[in-house]
């Protein structure tokens, strides 16, 4: 199998990482506009299946040629790429998935479904930490019960030695964090979807030392298609993000002195978008901490035979000293590699667009992530 991986960051090297150490993967492209960063990640893999290409993930006509020659391409650059990378993959039969994170954008990508189905592909969005994993293990849990009452995902990545200003290194793109924190977030309700605001419905969490109390609160993206997929089977469904104590009073500051709309302002003659400049300082400021810990706690609640049923997933994620991957990059690029994976041996059946709780085998997909060393526990009680 050939592969194709757009963008040269951090999730990416994570993707190609894996992929390359696969057998029945030949080759794994790697594109980006950077060839600074392009020759940095093929140093870091040090494998002969990497092969690098200069391009603009932007370029529709150039990234439909090179996804021709490709089984499977995976999209690591920000959100806003995604949907024109998801219809050059459709032109060039190629099946897609990405790391997600704006509901606008993948409800967009599932639309092209009829397309994705007539060129004999399968697209699929969301499909790293959150958005992504959590989804296929909300759905493993769905399927072990009779009755699903409730779904409640808590996911974070943290530095394990937090600094300020806000007790938070930089673990993906800013411009997906800053969308995590200003959009809408999406719900269940009494079985029905329902919005709420970001940065609200604060919740304290206990976790082991060294980690102890820590904050979770209503940020967007993570659910994803998850409220409208158990739309009418599960009562309630929410998704948070944890964090540091006092990170998200910090974050609320912020959001409400404007530094997260995307309306233009006139600054010193110049016209300036909030949400870029915040995303730019971000970059520059926020530690890129190697040092990190993925936090993942899910419940799935209900009734198996009419006795009253808990699943819990839980998974504490380091980073690996051994092969430069930080615990975000593991829990992210994996997820999606194994996706990628899944797509081009025909594990997955279904030709269309869908996000992963729809369509990928959830206990191939969790005994995937055990073998990369990512330990998953299950509690069923």
Not at 99 to 104: A, P, S
Not at 213 to 220: D, P, R, W
Request: hydrophobic share 40%; aromatic share 8%.
């Amino acid at each position: 199998m050939r592969f194709l991986a757009i963008g040269a960051g951090m999730q990416a090297r994570a993707v190609a990482y894996d992929l390359v150490r696969q057998r029945d993967v030949r080759e794994v492209t790697v594109t980006d506009l950077d060839p600074a960063r392009l020759r940095h990640l093929k140093r870091a893999l040090g494998s002969r299946k990497v092969r690098t290409v200069v391009a603009d993930a932007a370029d529709r006509h150039r990234m439909t040629e090179m996804m021709r020659r490709c089984d499977v391409a995976v999209s690591c650059v920000p959100y806003f790429f995604n949907l024109g990378l998801a219809r050059a993959a459709i032109a060039s039969r190629t099946h897609f998935c990405d790391l997600g994170g704006n509901n606008d954008v993948v409800r967009a990508e599932l639309a092209l479904s009829p397309q994705a189905k007539k060129a004999g592909v399968t697209v699929v969005p969301d499909c790293g930490l959150a958005p992504g994993m959590v989804g296929i293990l909300a759905a493993d849990g769905f399927s072990r019960l009779d009755r699903t009452n409730e779904i409640r995902i808590r996911v974070g990545g943290l530095p394990r030695r937090p600094k300020p200003p806000f007790k938070y290194a930089l673990v993906f793109s800013a411009h997906g964090l800053i969308n995590e924190y200003a959009e809408p977030c999406l719900v269940l309700a009494n079985g029905r979807p329902e919005w709420r605001e970001p940065l609200e419905d604060m919740e304290w969490l206990q976790f082991p030392r060294p980690y102890g109390n820590l904050e979770a609160f209503n940020t967007s993206g993570g659910s994803s298609t998850l409220p409208e997929s158990f739309r009418g089977r599960v009562k309630k469904l929410d998704y948070k993000t944890v964090r540091y104590m006092g990170h998200c009073t910090q974050m609320r500051v912020l959001r409400d002195l404007g530094f997260m709309s995307l309306q233009p302002e006139l600054v010193a003659g110049k016209r300036v978008v909030p949400r870029q400049f915040l995303a730019q300082r971000l970059e520059a400021v926020l530690p890129r901490d190697t040092y990190d810990v993925v936090l993942l706690r899910i419940y799935v609640r209900g009734a198996k035979r009419a006795c009253g049923t808990t699943i819990k997933y839980e998974m504490t994620g380091r980073g690996d000293s051994k092969s430069g991957l930080t615990a975000m990059m593991r829990a992210t690029g994996f997820s999606a590699a194994i996706v990628a994976l899944m797509l081009g041996r025909g594990q997955v059946e279904c030709t269309g667009a869908f996000t992963g709780e729809n369509c990928i085998p959830t206990t191939e997909f969790i005994r995937e992530l055990r073998q990369r060393g990512l330990h998953l526990r299950i509690h069923i009680y």
